[in-house]
């Protein structure tokens, strides 16, 4: 016999249990909060992006979207010495407030405010993680651009991938057509494509991971 669980409760449970969020953290959320309810991943979250970079070991990660810096802090507080975490930015403001979170934090992360794909030609090296977490049109873009960083066995994270419900048809004003055209296009991608093979978690908004395929993966 099945039964079903009320989910806020199982959230607020594993965010009590697994995630509890330090007085740095709360700050950042109360600050993202107040200027965008519900943009930032939810503490679950956060705690499982860190440990995903932990699992492989992670020494630079890449982000698209820093928002105010939340998402920044849990990967960045992966890394070992000696680690370090780009992020993209385009609002200024946004920008701004992610310099001064991640600043306080004293964590090896380096906020780029402009457009994301404009920046990335001026970055060298490769990457043990990517984090997609800006503009959910751009996401395909954003993968295109990115593949040939992501060292093998690296891993590609897609934040939003059910986009509100839009990729299961489920009406949503907030996503463009465009928009979930792009994320069923990343999320086939991340599946089971020439350079990734993926899963994706059912989190409240969806994130999709995809590992860059070793050679010898069919």
């Not at 295109?144 to 990729?167: E, K, M, Q």
């Not at 792009?182 to 093979?197: C, K, P, T």
């Amino acid at each position: 016999m099945s039964v079903r669980i009320n989910q806020d409760a199982v959230a607020d449970y594993i965010a009590a249990t697994f995630a509890p969020e330090d007085a740095l953290l709360q700050r950042v959320r109360a600050v993202g909060e107040s200027l965008l309810a519900g943009m930032q991943v939810s503490a679950a979250e956060g705690k499982m992006l860190y440990l995903l970079a932990r699992m492989i070991n992670a020494k630079r990660i890449l982000e698209f979207g820093s928002f105010v810096g939340y998402s920044s802090i849990w990967l960045a507080r992966s890394l070992p010495a000696g680690g370090e975490l780009i992020s993209f930015e385009r609002n200024p403001l946004h920008a701004g407030y992610a310099r001064d979170h991640t600043s306080e934090s004293q964590l090896p992360i380096m906020i780029l405010e402009g457009d994301a794909l404009e920046l990335l030609p001026t970055i060298t090296g490769r990457f043990d993680l990517v984090f997609l977490d800006g503009e959910k049109r751009r996401y395909p873009d954003y993968l295109d651009a990115v593949t040939p960083l992501v060292r093998t066995g690296g891993l590609v994270i897609a934040d939003n991938s059910l986009l509100f419900g839009a990729v299961l048809g489920v009406p949503e004003q907030r996503a463009s057509k465009e928009a979930t055209r792009a994320m069923q296009q990343i999320n086939e991608r991340l599946a089971n494509s020439g350079d990734y093979e993926g899963i994706m978690l059912p989190t409240a908004e969806g994130m999709t991971i995809g590992i860059r395929r070793y050679s010898h993966f069919t």
